[in-house]
T-cell receptor, first 113, second 110 residues
Framework: EPEVTQTPSHQVTQMGQEVILRCVPISNHLYFYWYRQILGQKVEFLVSFYNNEISEKSEIFDDQFSVERPDGSNFTLKIRSTKLEDSAMYFC???????????FGQGTRLTVV | QKEVEQNSGPLSVPEGAIASLNCTYSDRGSQSFFWYRQYSGKSPELIMFIYSNGDKEDGRFTAQLNKASQYVSLLIRDSQPSDSATYLC??????????FGAGTRLTVKP
């Protein structure tokens, strides 16, 4: 069964460092998302991406964040200068054309120390 | 006003009982509604989706939608301890981007 794959599963980084979280969406999907979940809190929308551009972004997605689809398979989230409060689980999701439900990857746990 | 609201719980029911989870949403133009289950430390997993007013049944799960009241619910019949998880209500906005409620933590006691 097709699935969304995220790497790494856990990333530890020092405050101020750049991190790149990677996602491989389901192959024929066209809509891509990043969500964040701080431990014990709700799943928060960060950004949606379609046709090689950002469709919508939340107020969380400030200038420190960027997304990219560098090739036909990967979808990345970059945090330029990490802060302690960026520590969270980051979920990638994808959706197919005509489909409405999003399928989630297993997440990357980011720990900023 | 929050886009999607749920009671955070915890909701505790005995094994075999019916668990009732509720959700309200603010965007009257929303067309698609979802229930996801999330086990601790895991990613959300789709249980059901519903588009039309009324009930939709799938095994022990029934989703109910009332667009006039902007209300969607999930009933779990014959609750099992393995149903213990956080249940996330999600609603698609005009861009088909999904917004989640805070989740309701359900505990099913043996």
């Amino acid at each position: 069964e097709p699935e969304v794959t995220q790497t790494p599963s856990h990333q530890v980084t020092q405050m101020g460092q750049e991190v790149i979280l990677r996602c491989v969406p389901i192959s024929n999907h066209l809509y891509f998302y990043w969500y964040r979940q701080i431990l014990g809190q709700k799943v928060e929308f960060l950004v949606s991406f379609y046709n090689n551009e950002i469709s919508e972004k939340s107020e969380i997605f400030d200038d420190q964040f960027s997304v990219e689809r560098p090739d036909g398979s990967n979808f990345t989230l970059k945090i330029r200068s990490t802060k302690l409060e960026d520590s969270a689980m980051y979920f990638c999701a994808s959706r197919g054309q005509g489909g409405t439900e999003a399928f989630f990857g297993q997440g990357t746990r980011l720990t900023v120390v | 006003q929050k886009e999607v609201e749920q009671n955070s719980g915890p909701l505790s029911v005995p094994e075999g009982a019916i668990a009732s989870l509720n959700c309200t949403y603010s965007d009257r133009g929303s067309q698609s509604f979802f229930w996801y289950r999330q086990y601790s430390g895991k990613s959300p997993e789709l249980i059901m989706f519903i588009y039309s007013n009324g009930d939709k049944e799938d095994g022990r799960f029934t989703a109910q939608l009332n667009k006039a009241s902007q209300y969607v619910s999930l009933l779990i019949r014959d609750s099992q301890p393995s149903d213990s998880a956080t249940y996330l209500c999600a609603v698609n906005n005009n861009n088909n981007d999904m917004r989640f409620g805070a989740g309701t933590r359900l505990t099913v006691k043996p």
